[in-house]
């Protein structure tokens, strides 16, 4: 239900924008936001985004690098990244928060649905 698309194989410093389709019948949204997963390593925080889009978080590898942004009506939100770095290969999965108490946005086991993944590789 949900769809990532936009990884790719990118130089250093480049900019690269991560799409996340929602469908299926998912009725309610708290949040939906991105981790990460490089190889050898645990899933890793990256940004969430309320679906109000009134607060946005950053991890701090990219805080600064990155924007989340979401659009209600089509349902997609969007991750770009700019000034990329090597250290920023990884698979990017988007996730999605159903409404609940006591969430914490940085945390995958509070999200309810995935994507399967894009993989993002960055060549120094």
């Known amino acids: 239900q949900l769809q990532a698309s936009g990884g790719g194989l990118v130089q250093a410093g480049s900019s690269l924008r991560l799409s996340c389709d929602v469908s299926?019948?998912?009725?309610?949204?708290?949040?939906t936001g991105w981790f990460r997963q490089a190889p050898g390593k645990e899933r890793e925080f990256v940004a969430a985004v309320s679906w109000s889009a009134t607060s946005t978080y950053y991890g701090d590898s990219v805080k600064g690098r990155c924007t989340i942004s979401r659009d209600s009506a089509k349902r997609t939100m969007t991750l770009q990244m700019n000034s990329l770095k090597p250290e920023d290969t990884a698979v990017y999965y988007c996730a999605l928060m159903r409404p609940k108490f006591r969430t914490v946005l940085s945390r995958d086991r509070d999200y309810d649905y995935w994507g399967q993944g894009t993989l993002v590789t960055v060549s120094s």
């Open positions: 299926g019948r998912i009725l309610s949204i708290q949040a």
